[in-house]
């Protein structure tokens, strides 16, 4: 073969996921990204997107915003622990790092309110004179705005709740209980209390609290809900923290897509034996559909990054440390083994061992079906995935040291080296297939000559690991680090998830 057709099974998204968002003084609606790193405007009447704050400048995890009475945008950088204030001349100002993963920003005339999203968090105030507590107890904390009382609305994501406090302290009040995942709070311009749900369903709860005191569900379908904002006309807009995109939600469900949705990732990707493409999306598991180049949700499992298909078990690998298996007939979740540094490729051996390349560890692991975790290989720098050939040998690609290895025991081979950050990596063919991700190719790797050469283009990597925000902070898990994942189907075409897209690749003929 002299190498393979690429065709993207994905459109292009602005917007590789969406948080905080909130009108400008221009009219056009601002979304936090906290993936990708960026604050992008969008006009909401074209659905044109204009990224204002780009990756690689002073935030590094944008999760929410609000505008104060001067047109400042102020905004929560979630990892470090930080709020900023980015004036209307676009400087940036640290208003303050005394804060743990400040996520819920509110602005009231020209007070900055803003909370934790960690369990026991707490709401405060930020003034000249540092932060002001206003409460603690919040049972991870996010969205929140002032209610058409005067008083400060927010959700308690882990009990289910919504209470409000007065700017100026004192007792919360609990105003909600059994709210469905409640993940933000928002009043709508006739004063009703909107209350958006992180799950699949993509639920809205709607209590008039300042009416009828009646509460309603909507279920809008969108998966993934993060936050919402209300326009002059009183149409909602709404963003995904999986899903990215903005949408338009009319109050009967309807729903009309201003900025499109898809991939916030993707990181690894597998095919079933139903020749289903899958992918680990750090939200959730994800498929790519064509002909219309959509992404679907397969299931919301947080924090997935690599996979690999063994009959009705999804074997994940969470870069925050765990392995787990999903099983798609039951949706039961197990934890095969947790407290890893930083766990990446995974695949499974015929006797359904699972091989995992500990990244953070520098070594490739196996968990036995009796989740025993044993090492099967050290000493590398930063291994990313692997993979098996066809005779059941195993190999390693460590992106550090630019090179490829085979597994012979406890020894490490040699295969290729001079690699540009190899990350996924697939068999077939008498060959090793490696996405070089600096390079923005797909190399073949002839495992008997060890002879490389390129056989498709990809997408390059956005970082290497020295480049990124850490992956915890305050004990949370933050940002992880995107890597290019490779699988083989059945009929030998590979799929390579890298560059926020699904690429399928099919053998081109000699000419």
């Known amino acids: 073969m002299s190498g393979f057709r690429t065709c993207r099974l994905t459109r292009e998204t602005p917007l590789r996921g969406s948080n905080g968002v909130a009108f400008g003084p221009d009219g056009r609606l601002y979304a936090a990204q906290f993936l990708a790193g960026e604050i992008s405007a969008v006009d909401v009447a074209t659905g044109e997107v204009e990224v204002i704050v780009p990756a690689g400048g002073p935030v590094q995890a944008p ?9 400042s945008m102020y905004i929560t950088d979630l990892v470090p622990g930080r709020v900023w204030r980015r004036r209307p001349d676009a400087t940036f ?44 107890g919040l049972a991870m904390g996010n969205a929140m705005q002032l209610g058409p009382d005067g008083a400060l609305y927010y959700p308690h994501m882990l009990t289910g709740e919504v209470f409000r406090i007065p700017p100026d302290g004192g007792t919360p009040e609990l105003v909600a209980a059994a709210v469905h995942e409640p993940v933000a709070v928002r009043f709508d311009r006739g004063g009703v209390l909107q209350v958006l749900s992180r799950g699949a369903a993509g639920i809205v709860t709607r209590i008039d609290l300042f009416g009828t005191g009646d509460r309603t569900l909507l279920t809008s379908g969108l998966p993934a809900l993060d936050n919402a904002a209300f326009d002059a006309e009183n149409r909602m807009f709404v963003s995904s923290y999986a899903g990215g995109g903005i949408t338009e939600l009319h109050p009967d469900g309807r729903t009309r897509e201003i900025a499109p949705r898809g991939f916030a990732g993707p990181y690894g990707v597998t095919v079933d034996l139903g020749g289903t493409v899958l992918t680990a999306d750090h939200y959730r598991v994800a498929e790519p559909r064509q002909p219309a180049g959509e992404v679907t949700t397969t299931e919301l499992l947080t924090f997935a990054h690599g996979i690999t298909a063994d009959g009705d078990l999804l074997h994940l690998t969470s870069q925050f440390g765990q392995v787990r298996t999903y099983d798609r007939t039951t949706r039961a979740v197990r934890v095969r083994a947790d407290g890893l540094a930083e766990p990446v490729g995974i695949a499974v051996r015929a006797d359904g061992v699972l091989v995992v390349a500990e990244a953070g560890a520098g070594r490739v692991l196996t968990i036995a079906t009796d989740d025993t975790v044993s090492v099967l290989a050290g000493g590398f720098g930063h291994p990313v995935d692997v993979a098996a050939d066809s005779a059941g040998q195993w190999y390693v690609s460590d992106e550090e040291r630019g090179a490829v290895y085979r597994l012979d025991g406890a020894t490490p081979v040699l295969v290729a080296d001079g690699l540009d950050a190899p990350q996924g990596i697939a068999a077939g063919d008498g060959c090793l297939y490696v996405a070089e991700t600096a390079a923005g190719r797909l190399v073949a790797v002839d495992l008997g000559s060890g002879a490389v050469r390129k056989a498709a283009d990809l997408p390059a990597n956005p970082g290497r690991p020295g480049d990124l925000p850490a992956l915890r902070a305050h004990g949370l898990p933050g940002v992880p680090r995107p890597f290019a994942g490779l699988a083989v189907a059945a009929d030998k075409s590979l799929y390579a998830a890298a560059g926020g897209t699904v690429l399928h690749l099919t053998p081109a003929e000699e000419s």
Do not use: H, K, S, Y
């Open 93 to 136: 100002t640290l208003v303050t790092d005394q804060v743990r993963l400040p996520n819920g920003i509110a602005c009231v005339g020209d007070r900055l309110f803003v909370n934790e999203m960690v369990p026991d968090g707490r709401l405060l105030e930020l003034g000249a004179a540092g932060p002001v507590v206003l409460t603690g």
């Open 63 to 71: 999760d929410d915003l609000a505008f104060g009475a001067d047109g």
